[in-house]
């Protein structure tokens, strides 16, 4: 029965370590879709940025 115990309470912190790895996934999955969503809304200022560099690069005003 001591036997039974024991292996009933390692169980228990198997479970207990999965519930909170689970919980660690789900919020860096939760940062992960807030981070996407700001990066899709600032596309277009991104792509404008980065055409302006290259402008300004071709044209020898901004160095690499």
């Given amino acids: 029965n ?6 009933a309470a390692q169980y228990e912190t ?8 689970i ?3 789900e919020a ?7 981070e996407l969503t700001r990066r899709k809304s600032a596309k277009e200022r991104v792509i404008d940025v980065q055409l302006g560099n ?5 044209q020898g005003l901004l160095s690499k």
């Fill in 14 to 21: 198997q479970l207990s370590r999965q519930e909170l790895e």
């Fill in 28 to 34: 860096r999955v939760n940062r992960l879709r807030t």
């Fill in 2 to 7: 001591n036997l039974r115990d024991v292996l």
């Fill in 23 to 25: 919980t660690q996934i």
């Fill in 54 to 58: 290259i402008v300004l690069e071709a």
